[in-house]
T-cell receptor
Framework: GESVGLHLPTLSVQEGDNSIINCAYS??????FIWYKQESGKGPQFIID?????DKRQGQRVTVLLNKTVKHLSLQIAATQPGDSAVYFC??????????FGKGTTLSVSS | DAGVIQSPRHEVTEMGQEVTLRCKPI?????LFWYRQTMMRGLELLIY????????DSGMPEDRFSAKMPNASFSTLKIQPSEPRDSAVYFC???????????FGSGTRLTVV
């Protein structure tokens, strides 16, 4: 099966800095990855996803990088804002299986 | 669309009581998932359905847990009897496909005393 883990449980940045949140996965057969943001008292919200046939995908202020060689995934947030403060989860799956989530990194943005 | 709707938002119950959590998925989504979130274990998949049929219930912790999906617009997760270690936030999510973004509900915070 899949296990997904985050490198750091917490990350503190200054407003305006770029944030990088890292994630490792164990199953080389995993072919779909996704990042979620969870604010206090709410359910996880979709940020961005990537399939294994890609190395990079960009959204609005966010970029996901996938390194299949070392089974590593990262989420980059440009010009981090106080509203980005939340818990961020990575998740992965292989064909036909449900998403397995990592434990989350808490991002704190100070102004 | 109102998104995935879960009820109740909060539930406090005494040990030994039956608890039923409810979920209404997004219309047209063929997949429905139940996850449990705790500080210690993070987000754990309990069970998921495809077209109302349970596909994988290997994450259901014990026989005290059961889930049903009688139709495409409703699912329940039942715990009987409940125990204090069942205290957690339970999320329901739905999706078009299994390897596609899941939309989560707001969760049910369950406290068993």
């Amino acid at each position: 099966g899949e296990s997904v883990g985050l490198h750091l449980p917490t990350l503190s940045v200054q407003e305006g800095d770029n944030s990088i949140i890292n994630c490792a996965y164990s199953n080389s057969a995993s072919d779909y990855f996704i990042w979620y943001k969870q604010e206090s008292g709410k359910g996880p919200q979709f940020i961005i996803d990537i399939r294994s046939n890609m190395d990079k995908r960009q959204g609005q202020r966010v970029t996901v990088l996938l390194n299949k060689t070392v089974k590593h995934l990262s989420l980059q947030i440009a010009a981090t804002q106080p509203g980005d403060s939340a818990v961020y989860f990575c998740a992965g799956s292989q064909a036909g299986t449900a998403l397995i989530f990592g434990k989350g990194t808490t991002l704190s943005v100070s102004s | 669309d109102a998104g995935v709707i879960q009820s109740p938002r909060h539930e406090v119950t005494e040990m030994g009581q039956e608890v039923t959590l409810r979920c209404k998925p997004i219309s047209g989504h063929d997949y429905l998932f139940w996850y449990r979130q705790t500080m210690m274990r993070g987000l754990e998949l309990l069970i998921y359905f495809n077209n109302n049929v349970p596909i994988d219930d290997s994450g259901m912790p014990e026989d005290r847990f059961s889930a049903k999906m009688p139709n495409a617009s409703f699912s329940t997760l039942k715990i009987q009897p409940s125990e204090p270690r069942d205290s957690a936030v339970y999320f329901c999510a739905s999706s078009f496909r299994i390897n596609y973004g899941y939309t989560f509900g707001s969760g049910t915070r369950l406290t068993v005393v």
